[in-house]
């Protein structure tokens, strides 16, 4: 069973950073793109970050890009989200989720963790 | 505001049948696949069509997806409460490279 569960989140103050990591299980995780996607409280989903299999291709969306890093550790099948310079708009549950064969189709989603940046 | 326009909320009555639309572009769903995703109440979403039109294994046979031109649907037959979530369509966009989600729309089964 495809298994994705995210840790990290928390309360931080605006211009904080925070890492996020998601612990994969039940595929071959060195085998499949990964993405984060982000929705804010009572909002609709945002896609955040993308990163491929062997971590060499990563894409930002425009409100992230130069402030948010993806990355991951195919040894221990393990996605990261380091975030700094945090700002209230990051308020959001990030969700870790696996890309099927064209990159783009989300198949498989963790339960989230809650980001909330506030003073 | 989205780049793809859904409807915000939708209602109909058990066993009935309910159609969401998501409108876009040239650039998005005129040229790309459209994949849509369920979010029952404080849980993830979830994959529910992928391709414009096909159901992932385990997904109920009452739900289907469509598209036309610059427009894509989802429609749920025989509608049950556990029905009630928020739908997402999601699609490639070739001008701003990158993923992007309708508004969603919040179904009601009365």
Do not use: H
């Not at chain 1, 890309?99 to 989230?112: E, R």
């Not at chain 2, 159901?55 to 739900?63: A, T």
């Not at chain 2, 009630?84 to 309708?102: P, T």
């Amino acid at each position: 069973e495809v298994q994705l569960a995210e840790s990290g989140g928390g309360l931080v103050q605006p211009g904080g950073s925070l890492r996020l990591a998601c612990a994969a299980s039940g595929f071959t995780f060195s085998s499949y793109e990964m993405n984060w996607v982000r929705q804010a409280p009572g909002k609709g989903l945002e896609w955040v970050s993308y990163i491929n299999s062997g971590g060499s291709t990563i894409y930002y969306a425009a409100s992230v890009k130069g402030r948010f890093t993806i990355s991951r550790d195919n040894a221990k099948n393990s996605l990261y989200l380091q975030m700094n310079s945090l700002r209230a708009e990051d308020t959001a549950i990030y969700y870790c989720v696996r890309a099927g064969a064209d990159g783009i189709l989300f198949d498989y989603w963790g339960q989230g963790t809650l980001v909330t940046v506030s003073s | 505001q989205s780049v793809l326009t859904q409807p915000p909320s939708v209602s109909e009555a058990p066993r009935q049948r309910v159609t969401i639309s998501c409108s876009g572009s040239s650039s998005n769903i005129g040229n790309n696949v459209v994949n849509w995703y369920q979010q029952i109440p404080g849980k993830a979403p979830k994959l529910l069509i992928y391709y414009d039109d096909l159901l992932p294994s385990g997904v109920s046979d009452r739900f289907s997806g469509s598209k036309s031109g610059t427009s894509a649907s989802l429609a749920i037959s025989g509608l049950q409460s556990e029905d009630e979530a928020d739908y997402y369509c999601a699609v490639w966009d070739d001008r701003l490279n990158v993923v992007i989600f309708g508004g969603g729309t919040k179904l009601t089964v009365l």
